[in-house]
């Protein structure tokens, strides 16, 4: 895998997306600032050396490990994923529409926010963030398998807790 240099556009490309999850994570935008920030400062330090087929995930594990820095500092949870900040344009539907679908997806983060740390991870990291396994893998120092079967239990629970109402 050759190492190819990057040029300052292509990388600071990435850092409203990088700052995105880092403020989904903290629920803080000042903190986040500051993640990101650390963020590019240790990539500048690396010598730009990241092979560019990881440049991405590169970025994402290093602001992931700054967040949970931060938490273990403050020793308090990562934040719940912020209903404002799930994709979708709800503007286009009725109100009673807008009123039931804010149900449901304050349902649903209710559940997610239930799920074990690294199945609520996997599940943030690949709807919201669309990465793919392996960079999931790469982010967390999982396995792809393992990255798969975090999703595939995350959904089977999800699903099964919104469909039949368990709350439990």
Do not use: C
Not at 67 to 80: A, F, L, S
Not at 122 to 147: C, N, P
Request: no cysteine; net charge positive.
């Amino acid at each position: 895998m050759s190492i190819e240099q990057h040029s300052t556009e292509s990388v600071t490309a990435y850092y409203p997306t990088i700052h995105k999850y880092a403020q989904r994570l903290l629920r803080d935008p000042i903190l986040a600032e500051d993640v990101v920030q650390e963020v590019f400062t240790r990539y500048e330090a690396s010598g730009r050396d990241v092979p560019r087929d990881r440049l991405r995930a590169w970025l994402y594990r290093v602001a992931r490990n700054l967040v949970i820095d931060m938490i273990r500092k403050q020793r308090g949870p990562v934040g719940t994923v912020d209903p404002d900040l799930l994709p979708g344009a709800a503007a286009r539907y009725e109100p009673s529409l807008l009123v039931e679908k804010k149900e449901t997806v304050a349902m649903l983060l209710q559940e997610l926010n239930q799920l074990p740390p690294r199945q609520r991870e996997v599940i943030r990291l690949k709807f919201q963030e669309g990465l793919s396994y392996a960079e999931i893998a790469d982010i967390t120092h999982q396995t792809r398998a393992t990255v798969g079967w975090l999703l595939h239990e995350a959904m089977k629970k999800l699903r099964d807790r919104m469909t039949r109402g368990d709350r439990a």
